[in-house]
């Protein structure tokens, strides 16, 4: 079965720091991994995705994550963070043979930044 | 292009009673998806659409539940004789695949309809 873990329900960071938020996944397969950000009372905003070729994937808003097979990890970065950043975060999988296309969502992690 | 919308936004509804909730994708995407999102977790799938067909449908999905999507538009998710545990975001998105390459496109998501279930 398809998984998602965020191991981390919240990380808070200071202004200008770099950010990581923490995702890994199980799938059979190749794994379609992407990241989306939900700002309160809106819908999931997508901010990068993993498909195939440089395991470092650059996203929207300066953001970043970088696919390391061998610890099943995709894990979303940045090298500084702003106050703007503060929201709930996802990453979800997409089994590389799936028809649908249908996504498996982690449980998110709250980003909270502060100035 | 205005995205994915969806009405209503928010939904009050009493035990037992039928709600249908509306989802207009972004114009020319042929998948369109269901999910259910509940506080403090993750959008969970429900169903799937390619252009008019239902193609998925998740476990999740009871018999209370339906959805079309006539004409390959605009869709509609149905919950019959509500109950208190389908109170949730209900979010839907789009996406457009029209050959393996576009096949990994990402979904856009509408704001949701959030429902509660007295």
């Known amino acids: 079965a398809q998984s998602v873990a965020q191991p981390e329900d919240q990380v808070n960071v200071a202004e200008g720091n770099p950010l990581t938020v923490k995702c890994t996944y199980s799938?059979?397969?190749?794994?379609?991994l992407f990241w989306y950000v939900q700002y309160p009372n809106r819908g999931l905003q997508f901010l990068l995705k993993?498909?195939?070729?440089?395991?470092l994937v650059k996203g929207s808003y300066g953001f970043e994550a970088e696919f390391n097979k061998s610890q099943t990890s995709f894990h979303l970065k940045k090298p500084s963070a702003l106050v703007s950043d503060s929201a709930l975060y996802f990453c979800a999988v997409r089994r590389g043979s799936s028809n649908t296309g249908k996504l498996i969502f982690g449980q998110g992690t709250t980003l909270q930044v502060k100035p | 292009d205005t995205g994915v919308s969806q009405d209503p936004r928010h939904k009050i509804t009493k035990r037992g009673q039928n709600v249908t909730f509306r989802c207009d994708p972004i114009s020319e995407h042929n998948r369109l998806y269901w999910y259910r999102q509940t506080l403090g977790q993750g959008p969970e799938f429900l169903t799937y659409f390619q252009n008019e067909a239902q193609l998925e449908k998740s476990r999740l999905l009871s018999d209370r539940f339906s959805a079309e999507r006539p004409k390959g538009s605009f869709s509609t998710l149905e919950i019959q004789r509500t109950e208190q545990g389908d109170s949730a975001m209900y979010l839907c998105?789009?996406?457009?695949?029209?050959?393996?390459?576009?096949?990994?496109?990402?979904?856009?998501f509408g704001p949701g309809t959030r429902l509660t279930v007295l």
């Open positions: 993993y498909i195939t070729g440089d395991n």
């Open positions: 998105a789009s996406s457009l695949a029209r050959d393996t390459l576009s096949s990994y496109n990402e979904q856009f």
């Open positions: 799938v059979s397969g190749n794994p379609y």
